[in-house]
């Protein structure tokens, strides 16, 4: 495949220079191109007339960029898991995405959550392959509608169950050249990622775009502030790849910093603030560079600017229009509906068919965003039009918070939404519910813990009599979170 090609000519330029950095644990090029190549003929053997997709769960690790490939090579449809996800949410994906099996670190094999549930397990050199047992497994998997599909992500969907975003190789190319283009990344680079592996972020600007051009890959193994300053010093990063709540944490550490060889420091996932943004200028003498993108498209969108009110100018090779509700193209400087067009773009969801395809006007992906552009081609947004919540980078789906909810006991009702706030314009996790009056905060909290990861457990807990709704039934969320954002302010909730 051409992905595996651009990774084993970087190999033939570069064959001992480190490509991966864990640690004090390092991987040469020549050495990545050998276990995925070992692993990958593992795999083919294995999974042999076994049809199903397999998980990729694995915790931020160069095992994570060697059992990706691994898979790529086996010609096996890789998702990527998040690893921290529990027994609810690997049985959800089982259940409606027909995952057959996971690959893991051997290491970690015993805290696997489904461990019961596993019939057959392989390992070569640290990770191993778990097959579920074949009572598990879904008899609706679709495999024509895998066809060219290498690799898939989730979005949050509307009722619990993620929509898995399915991409071909050519998705996956497209996304490491516009980004590596747009910001010039070449074999001097050495990119320090201290963002999941599992999120676009992370794997759009640091898997394959540095691997196609050699660059060194130095993966995060804590990410408290005083250790990513210390390893910015220890290993003189170019790029340095995070989430705003880190670039918010790391504003907060005593002292001034200059780290002179550190030329672009990236954030996306959610909004970062612009006083946040003008603390870690002040502090660190670098601009943090802003990359907006919905989930389908990728990464489109980079302010390398201090103009703190936009979010850039497209990347390379990526095209912004803005349509009104009919899909026509409305003048610059009015405020529509962002539209991205550019072939990182998720060819569909597995499991939603035809539910990507209807966002789509003239193959401009549709955000859900409003926001205008302005004369030099500049996008500024002014809004969204989801009710997906987001936690510090991470995409909640409330519905799914409400869903276990419903099931603790004396809960009568009850809605989960995002709250604003701090002066960082952030949102938390809220529910607001409706009991029989036994419930308390720390059962809520608890029965939250016990099923779901924990960025997905609520920080506020407000008991109400009634939930607000229009005549249509819909809850107006807004309401709540006006109400709790308030409230929040004033010390009442």
């Known amino acids: 495949m051409e992905?595996?090609?651009?990774?084993?000519?970087?190999?033939?330029?570069?064959?001992?220079?480190?490509?991966?950095?864990?640690?004090?644990?390092?991987?040469?090029?020549?050495?990545?191109?050998?276990?995925?190549?070992?692993?990958?003929?593992?795999?083919?053997?294995?999974?042999?007339?076994?049809?199903?997709?397999?998980?990729?769960?694995?915790?931020?690790?160069?095992?994570?960029?060697?059992?990706?490939?691994?898979?790529?090579?086996?010609?096996?449809?890789?998702?990527?898991?998040?690893?921290?996800?529990?027994?609810?949410?690997?049985?959800?994906?089982?259940?409606?995405?027909?995952?057959?099996?996971?690959?893991?670190?051997?290491?970690?094999?015993?805290?696997?959550?489904?461990?019961?549930?596993?019939?057959?397990?392989?390992?070569?050199?640290?990770?191993?392959?778990?097959?579920?047992?074949?009572?598990?497994?879904?008899?609706?998997?679709?495999?024509?509608?895998?066809?060219?599909?290498?690799?898939?992500?989730?979005?949050?969907?509307?009722?619990?169950?993620?929509?898995?975003?399915?991409?071909?190789?050519?998705?996956?190319?497209?996304?490491?050249?516009?980004?590596?283009?747009?910001?010039?990344?070449?074999?001097?680079?050495?990119?320090?990622?201290?963002?999941?592996?599992?999120?676009?972020?992370?794997?759009?600007?640091?898997?394959?775009?540095?691997?196609k051009v050699g660059a060194t890959i130095v993966l995060h193994s804590d990410v408290t502030p005083r250790h990513v300053i210390n390893t910015i010093k220890k290993e003189n990063p170019t790029v340095f790849v995070a989430f705003p709540v880190l670039y918010d944490l790391l504003t907060r550490v005593n002292g001034d910093y200059y780290f002179p060889q550190l030329r672009i420091c990236v954030s996306s996932g959610t909004v970062l603030h612009e006083s946040i943004k003008r603390k870690f200028h002040s502090k660190f003498s670098i601009v943090i560079s802003d990359l907006y993108g919905v989930a389908e498209t990728g990464l489109s969108i980079l302010n390398q600017s201090d103009d703190y009110q936009s979010v850039g100018f497209p990347l390379k090779n990526v095209s912004v229009k803005i349509l009104d509700e009919n899909g026509d193209e409305i003048p610059q400087g009015s405020l529509g509906e962002v539209s991205i067009f550019t072939e990182s773009r998720s060819k569909a969801y597995y499991n939603f068919p035809q539910l990507l395809e209807k966002q789509l006007s003239n193959n401009y992906y549709r955000t859900g965003d409003i926001g205008y552009l302005n004369q030099e081609g500049k996008l500024y947004i002014k809004g969204r039009k989801t009710d997906v919540v987001d936690v510090a980078g991470k995409k909640v789906d409330p519905h799914e918070v409400e869903n276990v909810l419903r099931e603790l006991n004396g809960v009568t009702d009850v809605v989960a939404f995002g709250a604003k706030v701090s002066e960082k314009d952030s949102q938390i996790l809220a529910v607001a519910l409706i009991t029989d009056g036994s419930v308390t905060r720390k059962d809520v909290v608890n029965h939250v813990k016990k099923t779901l990861v924990s960025y997905k457990i609520p920080q506020i807990v407000k008991f109400v009599d009634s939930i607000p709704r229009n005549n249509n039934g819909k809850v107006l969320r807004r309401e709540l979170q006006s109400q709790v954002s308030k409230e929040y302010q004033n010390g009442g909730v």
């Open 3 to 211: 992905i595996l090609n651009h990774i084993k000519n970087s190999a033939n330029k570069y064959p001992n220079k480190v490509a991966l950095k864990f640690k004090e644990e390092s991987i040469t090029y020549n050495e990545l191109v050998k276990r995925f190549d070992e692993l990958g003929a593992n795999l083919s053997k294995w999974l042999n007339n076994f049809d199903y997709p397999i998980g990729l769960y694995i915790p931020n690790h160069p095992d994570f960029i060697v059992g990706y490939y691994s898979l790529v090579k086996a010609g096996k449809v890789t998702h990527l898991v998040d690893a921290k996800w529990g027994r609810a949410e690997l049985s959800n994906l089982i259940e409606n995405v027909h995952l057959g099996g996971f690959l893991v670190r051997t290491e970690d094999v015993y805290m696997f959550p489904l461990l019961d549930q596993v019939e057959k397990q392989f390992t070569n050199n640290g990770l191993t392959l778990l097959i579920l047992e074949p009572a598990i497994l879904s008899n609706e998997l679709n495999v024509e509608r895998l066809n060219g599909v290498i690799s898939c992500r989730y979005s949050s969907g509307t009722t619990g169950t993620p929509k898995c975003m399915m991409y071909e190789e050519k998705n996956v190319l497209a996304a490491a050249r516009n980004w590596s283009e747009s910001i010039n990344l070449s074999h001097e680079d050495i990119v320090y990622c201290a963002a999941y592996l599992t999120h676009g972020l992370a794997f759009n600007t640091s898997i394959l775009a540095p691997l």
